[in-house]
C-alpha cells in the first residue's frame, strides 16, 4: 500500500471507527474494541517480523506479562491508578523482552523461533503451574483501572463507551510511535538489517544492539495491547501467554501482510472476522479457518495490504 493510498484510506478508516459506538450494538462494539488490541498486538510484532526479519513465535509472553502485571496490582477492592498499571505493564513487558532478547538473538533462522517458542513456554508455566496470578484459574480484575489526576477524571473506562476511544486513541498513539521510529535512522538501520545484516555489520553497525532495541520496544508495545486486553476482559488467564496465542498474532501480520503496519491492523481484523463466521457457521471453524488461510496464503501473496496495488495494477494493464 503506497503512502498516497494510505493518506487516503486511513483517515476513512478512522473516522469509521470513531462512529461505529454510535450505530453499532454493544456486542459488535467491544468485539470491535478486542480487535483493536489484537491490531496493537499485530504491529508490535510486525516491527519484529515485517521490518527486522525477527520470526518471533513467543510474542504471547510479553502480552500476558502485561496482562498479568494489570491484575497483581489491581487491589482486590478499590481500582488501581491508569497511570500507574499502564506504564508498569509496559515496563514488565519490555523489561521481559530485553532479558529474553539478550538469550534469543545470539541465534537465528529457526532456532531462534525455537527459543523464542521455548522461554514463551517457560513463562507460560511459570503462571500456569504456579499461584502467582492465580495458577491454572487464572485472576479475576474486579475494577478497571481509574484515571482520576488530583481528584479530576478525565475519563471513566467503566463506561464502555469511553473505554472503546481509549482503545482506539492507544491504536493511533502505537501506530504513531511505530512510524516515527521507522522514519528515523534507527528504523532505517532495522530494515537493513532485515535485508542484509552481514552488510550492515561491514558497514559498522552493532546489529544485534539494534535487534535488542526492536525487540525490546516490539515487546513493551505488545505491554500496551496485554494492558488494554486485561482491562477490557476483566479477566486474565495463562491462555493468554500459550503458544497458540503467539501463533494467532502471526498469522494476523502473514494475513495483513508483513512490513507494513495497516496490513497488520487489517490482518486483525480479517483474522477476527474469520473466527466469528466460521465459529457461526459449523463447530469445525478451526479447520474451515486453516484453510481460508493457507488459502490467502497461496493466492494473495503480500497480504490484504498488496490488494490495492494488485487492483491498481489490474485496471491499468501495468506489469508486476
Same mark, same amino acid.
Given at each position: 500500500m503506497n503512502p498516497t493510498s494510505q493518506r487516503l484510506?486511513?483517515?476513512?478508516?478512522?473516522?469509521?471507527?470513531?462512529?461505529?459506538?454510535?450505530?453499532?450494538?454493544?456486542?459488535?462494539?467491544?468485539?470491535?474494541?478486542?480487535?483493536?488490541?489484537?491490531?496493537?498486538?499485530?504491529?508490535?510484532?510486525?516491527?519484529?517480523?515485517?521490518?527486522?526479519?525477527?520470526?518471533?513465535?513467543?510474542?504471547?509472553?510479553?502480552?500476558?506479562?502485561?496482562?498479568?502485571?494489570?491484575?497483581?496490582?489491581?487491589?482486590?477492592?478499590?481500582? =488501581?491508578?491508569?497511570?500507574?498499571? *499502564?506504564? +508498569?505493564?509496559?515496563? #514488565?513487558?519490555? $523489561? &521481559?523482552?530485553?532479558?529474553?532478547? %539478550?538469550?534469543?538473538?545470539?541465534?537465528?533462522?529457526?532456532?531462534?523461533?525455537?527459543?523464542?517458542?521455548?522461554?514463551?513456554?517457560?513463562?507460560?508455566?511459570?503462571?500456569?503451574?504456579?499461584?502467582?496470578?492465580?495458577?491454572?484459574?487464572?485472576?479475576?480484575?474486579?475494577f478497571k483501572p481509574d484515571a482520576a489526576i488530583a481528584g479530576w477524571a478525565p475519563f471513566d473506562l467503566n463506561e464502555p463507551g469511553q473505554l472503546y476511544y481509549f482503545i482506539v486513541a492507544a491504536l493511533v498513539a502505537v501506530y504513531g510511535v511505530l512510524k516515527l521510529v521507522l522514519r528515523s535512522p534507527f528504523g532505517r538501520v532495522l530494515i537493513g538489517i532485515r535485508s542484509n545484516e552481514h552488510r550492515m555489520l561491514s558497514l559498522?553497525? =552493532?546489529?544485534?544492539?539494534?535487534? *535488542?532495541? +526492536?525487540?525490546?520496544? #516490539?515487546?513493551? $508495545? &505488545?505491554?500496551?495491547?496485554?494492558? %488494554?486486553?486485561?482491562?477490557?476482559?476483566?479477566?486474565?488467564?495463562?491462555?493468554?501467554?500459550?503458544?497458540?496465542?503467539?501463533?494467532?498474532?502471526?498469522?494476523?501480520?502473514?494475513?495483513?501482510?508483513?512490513?507494513n503496519l495497516v496490513g497488520a491492523i487489517a490482518g486483525a481484523f480479517a483474522f477476527t472476522a474469520m473466527q466469528e463466521a466460521f465459529g457461526a457457521w459449523t463447530k469445525h471453524w478451526q479447520l474451515a479457518m486453516g484453510l481460508a488461510i493457507v488459502a490467502a496464503v497461496l493466492f494473495l501473496p503480500g497480504g490484504l495490504s498488496a490488494i490495492p496495488a494488485r487492483l491498481k495494477r489490474a485496471m491499468t494493464g501495468e506489469e508486476k
Open positions: 484510506i486511513l483517515p476513512l478508516l478512522l473516522a469509521a471507527l470513531l462512529a461505529f459506538p454510535s450505530f453499532g450494538s454493544d456486542f459488535y462494539v467491544e468485539l470491535v474494541a478486542k480487535t483493536l488490541v489484537l491490531a496493537i498486538f499485530a504491529m508490535s510484532l510486525d516491527l519484529l517480523v515485517g521490518f527486522t526479519g525477527l520470526v518471533s513465535f513467543g510474542h504471547a509472553a510479553y502480552f500476558g506479562i502485561a496482562a498479568y502485571a494489570v491484575a497483581m496490582i489491581t487491589p482486590k477492592y478499590d481500582p =488501581a491508578s491508569l497511570w500507574l498499571a *499502564l506504564p +508498569a505493564a509496559i515496563i #514488565a513487558a519490555g $523489561l &521481559a523482552a530485553f532479558v529474553i532478547g %539478550l538469550f534469543v538473538l545470539r541465534t537465528k533462522g529457526i532456532y531462534f523461533i525455537m527459543v523464542t517458542l521455548a522461554f514463551a513456554q517457560m513463562v507460560f508455566f511459570l503462571f500456569h503451574d504456579t499461584n502467582l496470578g492465580g495458577g491454572s484459574d487464572g485472576v479475576n480484575i474486579n559498522g553497525y =552493532a546489529t544485534f544492539y539494534y535487534k *535488542l532495541a +526492536a525487540f525490546t520496544l #516490539a515487546g513493551a $508495545l &505488545a505491554g500496551v495491547a496485554g494492558f %488494554l486486553y486485561a482491562v477490557l476482559s476483566g479477566f486474565v488467564t495463562p491462555e493468554l501467554l500459550a503458544w497458540h496465542q503467539s501463533g494467532n498474532v502471526l498469522l494476523m501480520v502473514i494475513l495483513g501482510g508483513m512490513g
